[in-house]
């Protein structure tokens, strides 16, 4: 895993999976979570997990392609050497995301964080942030039975997310539990 100077390890970043190859020319289409998402415009280096480390490719190009964007990447140049790409979930470094403003969060940062009720009651941790189509859906652990919960990321559950907190708190669940 890559380290920074002070010797931590980097956070790495999910935006998307490769779906296979695409045209004759060694691109690779990549399915975005966030499909409103620009930040691969804007980087030169893309992560694959490998075991428990990651693969580091550099971007020589990248452009939309209906849903998608085609990535060309260094060292592949025919459709067969992307297809041993296929399914890859892509990352990035958390450091080149683009500064949040005031209130915003990134999914990645809700993992961990205890989720109560309004009335203080506590659900669990987030164990992982789903991206569906909808919304994203928080996946709670509770700690006593062990129990998954799912809750949407949708204001009619959503009453406040504190970051620096590590909290969030949600009302109206009760259909969901």
Same mark, same amino acid.
């Given at each position: 895993?890559?380290?920074?100077?002070? %010797?931590?390890?980097?956070?790495?970043? !999910?935006?998307?999976?490769?779906?296979? !190859?695409? %045209?004759? #020319?060694?691109?690779? #289409?990549?399915?975005?979570? +966030?499909?409103?998402?620009?930040? *691969?415009?804007?980087?030169?280096?893309?992560?694959?997990?490998?075991?428990?480390?990651?693969?580091? =490719?550099?971007? =020589?190009? @990248? +452009?939309?392609?209906? #849903?998608?964007?085609?990535? +060309?990447?260094?060292?592949?140049?025919?459709?067969?050497?992307? =297809?041993v790409l296929k399914g890859s979930e892509v990352y990035i470094l958390a450091e080149e995301l683009p500064e949040k403003e005031? %209130?915003?969060?990134?999914?990645?940062?809700? @993992?961990?964080?205890? &989720?109560?009720?309004?009335?203080?009651?506590? *659900?669990?941790?987030?164990?992982?942030?789903?991206?569906?189509?909808?919304?994203e859906i928080l996946v709670v652990r509770e700690a006593e039975k062990g129990k998954e919960i799912q809750i949407p990321l949708? !204001?009619?559950?959503?009453?406040?997310?504190?970051? #620096? %907190?590590?909290?969030? &708190?949600?009302?109206?669940?009760?259909? =969901?539990?």
């Amino acid at each position: 895993m890559k380290r920074n100077p002070d %010797g931590e390890a980097e956070k790495y970043v !999910p935006v998307g999976k490769i779906r296979g !190859p695409w %045209g004759l #020319k060694g691109e690779a #289409k990549l399915e975005l979570y +966030r499909k409103d998402s620009k930040v *691969l415009f804007e980087t030169r280096q893309i992560y694959l997990k490998a075991g428990f480390s990651f693969r580091e =490719l550099s971007v =020589l190009s @990248v +452009r939309p392609q209906g #849903k998608n964007l085609c990535l +060309r990447l260094d060292g592949f140049h025919l459709p067969e050497d992307v =297809l041993v790409l296929k399914g890859s979930e892509v990352y990035i470094l958390a450091e080149e995301l683009p500064e949040k403003e005031e %209130g915003e969060y990134y999914a990645f940062e809700l @993992v961990g964080m205890e &989720v109560v009720t309004s009335e203080g009651a506590s *659900l669990g941790q987030v164990r992982d942030v789903v991206h569906y189509g909808a919304s994203e859906i928080l996946v709670v652990r509770e700690a006593e039975k062990g129990k998954e919960i799912q809750i949407p990321l949708i !204001p009619d559950y959503l009453r406040e997310i504190s970051v #620096k %907190g590590r909290r969030i &708190v949600v009302e109206g669940v009760d259909e =969901l539990l």
